[in-house]
């Protein structure tokens, strides 16, 4: 037997993909968002896509910049990942305030969070209103990960990922099924 789910937490039923951090930078401001909206959509070209709510002040400088990075960030980042959830860049510099360092993107003027274990580099392809959000689509330009974690696919017996289920939940990842 199956139960209804609510459709303001239906969502959650597919959203269970890494956490990641969303770094950008307009007009001189730098700003890190947590994005668990986060979903390949293209292999040619490789291409992701991000949903960001317009109320959020990253929003405006990805949208002013065209560009923004998707670092991921593994279980060791947990708390640094729910504080910059939880904040303001208009209110509070996230990379001071969480101790990240800003490396600079190899194609992009964003800064990349060197404390993740992994970066990717992307430039907005097309933007698409979806009422309170706005889904960024974003060509991948340059990818980087630590070495050992990643071949064709995250190894992950070398590394934890965070998964958000919605609202207050989170979950770690850990256990590979090949087929």
């Known amino acids: 037997m199956k139960q209804e ?3 303001k937490h239906s969502l959650r039923l597919v959203n269970n993909g890494p956490v990641v951090l969303v770094t950008s930078r307009y007009e001189g401001k730098d700003n890190i968002i947590t994005i668990a909206w986060c979903s390949p959509v293209s292999h040619e070209p ?17 949208k002013g910049a065209g560009a ?27 990379f001071a305030a969480c101790g ?5 993107a190899k194609y992009v003027d964003v800064p990349v969070i ?6 990717i580099e992307c430039k907005v392809m097309k933007d698409m209103d979806c009422d ?26 070398k590394v934890t990922l965070i998964h958000h289920l919605g609202d207050k939940y989170y979950e770690k990842s850990g256990t590979s099924i090949i087929t």
């Open 46 to 62: 490789p291409a992701l896509a991000i949903a960001v709510k317009k109320t959020r002040f990253s929003y405006g400088l990805i």
């Open 132 to 157: 309170s959000h706005t889904i960024f689509v974003g060509k991948i330009l340059y990818a980087v990960v630590e070495a050992g974690l990643f071949t064709d696919h995250w190894l992950l017996d």
């Open 114 to 119: 060197g404390e993740c274990v992994a970066n």
């Open 100 to 104: 990240f360092s800003k490396s600079p």
């Open 68 to 94: 923004f990075v998707v670092n991921i960030p593994d279980i060791k980042l947990l708390d640094k990942v729910i504080f910059c959830g939880k904040h303001s860049g208009s209110e509070i510099d996230k």
């Open 5 to 7: 789910v609510p459709l």
